[in-house]
């Protein structure tokens, strides 16, 4: 979860240095303090492949880290602030075994490959609608006509979100944010969240009661069912899943577009390959994840003490566990910051690894392997617009504010 605002610019992981060019912050971090105390943000940071792997599959590396927060901090917390975390501590990317293993398995029985494949053309139809509204223009930011809007409609499309509702979902979604990827720029972002969850909450109790009264093929549908047939899931839990499932759905994929066109744009060769060859864009979107994937770091608490490369980090430390590190470790990836679109090698941990593995991983591959095979074989000649990168400065993702570009029509 998020860190406190900052002071000093010591180790600080969100400079400007740290947000323009993480894999060469992170990666000095790797190579000379690959167990790094930091003491502004007081918490851990493992950058190296092996330790990073291994802690995504150690119980002692707590992915709970809401419940204890909100157990710390709830009496000086007010009513709207709790009940926003209270949410959040359902979601199950932030709970650990035995409650994880019981909500994953529900929500994997609505979240299937079928669901997914089932989207397969859908995802195409967006995709080809969303271009055609720019492709005229001989210009366009490709984060905010492309990138963002697809993931946000094919994630609504399968919750059963109306269409005349998205705009909504897209703005609770912003208000969300900045609280849940360490977005601390935003001195508001705590009022954003109550007051953008509070809507989110009200407005999907809506959903969930038409579609329990009327079922329709929906996750949503699919969720309401998993809970009456094995009576495992609170209500409190169905409407918690739809907003992870909302959020995870959107901006990480965006981000994975966005990267991976610009990831694209600035290697001309490996661009030219992917365009002469369109079936290595599959293994493309692995490359893209690997080189530059939207899950920079990922928080855990811990557990129990635990002596790694002789530091001890004790019970009740955060960590954040770096994706961005371990997947440029030259220990594991041969000329790890050469983007090479055919690498062959899918053993980034840009999904995570372990028990929380994204469940989204099939949705977010196919629609980023759709994305960028249709963009590039409909606006060939498209090149990048912009003298400077704006990126997000948030801790835990990494995607870019805007996109310009521009293409012959
Ligand atoms: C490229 C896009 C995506 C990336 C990079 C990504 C990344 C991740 C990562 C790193 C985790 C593990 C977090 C942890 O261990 O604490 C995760 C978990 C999760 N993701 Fe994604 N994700 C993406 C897309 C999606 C999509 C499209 C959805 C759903 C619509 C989704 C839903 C989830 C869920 C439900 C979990 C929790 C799994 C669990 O805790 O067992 N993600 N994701």
Redesign the pocket.
């Known amino acids: 979860m998020t860190v406190e605002p900052i002071t000093d610019d010591a180790g600080n992981l969100l400079g400007p240095e740290a947000v323009a060019d993480p894999y060469g912050f992170f990666g000095a971090l790797r190579e000379d303090d690959p167990v790094h105390w930091n003491e502004r943000y007081r918490s851990w940071v493992i950058t190296r492949y092996a330790d990073v792997a291994a802690a ?1 599959r150690d119980e002692r590396f707590s ?1 709970d880290r809401i419940g204890p927060y909100l157990e710390a901090s709830s009496r000086t917390m007010d009513g709207g602030l709790r009940a926003t975390f209270a949410v959040l501590s359902d ?5 650990d075994p035995p409650d ?1 293993t019981r ?2 398995r529900l ?1 994997h029985r609505a ?1 299937t490959p079928r669901a997914v494949t089932r989207m397969q053309e859908r995802v195409a139809s967006i995709a080809d609608e969303l271009i055609d509204a720019f492709a005229d223009d001989g210009e366009a930011d490709l984060i905010e006509s492309f990138a963002y809007p697809l ?1 946000a409609i ?2 609504a499309e ?1 919750l059963g979100v109306p269409a005349e509702d998205r705009d909504l979902f897209k703005r609770w979604s912003d208000d969300l944010s900045g609280l849940v990827f360490g977005g601390m720029e935003d001195p508001n972002r705590h009022r954003r969240a109550v007051s953008g969850m509070a809507e989110l909450v009200e407005y999907l109790e809506g959903l969930i009661q038409r579609y329990t009264a009327q079922p329709e093929e929906n996750l949503i549908t699919s969720l309401v069912r998993a809970r009456e047939e094995h009576d495992q899931l609170s209500e409190a839990e169905v409407v918690a ?1 739809c907003t ?7 901006e ?2 965006t ?2 577009i966005g990267n991976g066109l610009l990831a694209l744009l600035e290697h001309p060769a490996e661009r030219r390959r992917l365009q002469e060859d369109p079936a290595l864009t599959k293994g493309a979107v692995e490359e893209i ?1 690997r080189f530059d ?3 920079k770091a ?3 608490l811990m557990k129990d003490d635990v002596v790694l490369h002789g530091r001890t980090l004790r019970r009740g430390d955060r960590v954040f ?1 770096v ?1 961005a590190a371990a997947n440029r470790d030259p220990r594991q990836f041969a000329e790890p910051d050469r983007f090479d679109v055919g690498r062959g090698d899918s053993s980034h ?13 099939p ?3 196919l ?2 392997t759709i994305a960028i095979r249709l963009l590039l074989e409909r606006l060939p000649s498209l090149a990048l617009a912009a003298e400077s990168l704006d990126w997000h400065p948030v801790l835990l ?1 990494r995607g870019l504010r805007r996109l310009p570009v521009v293409f012959g029509t």
């Open positions: 995504f992915a979601w199950l990317v932030f709970k994880h909500l994953r929500v979240f993931p094919v994630i399968m899943t992870l499932l909302l959020f995870g759905g959107h990480t994929t981000n994975l994840l994937g939207p899950a990922v928080a855990r566990l994706p941990l840009g999904f995570g690894f372990g028990i929380h593995y994204c469940l989204g991983a949705l977010a591959r629609e980023g993702s």
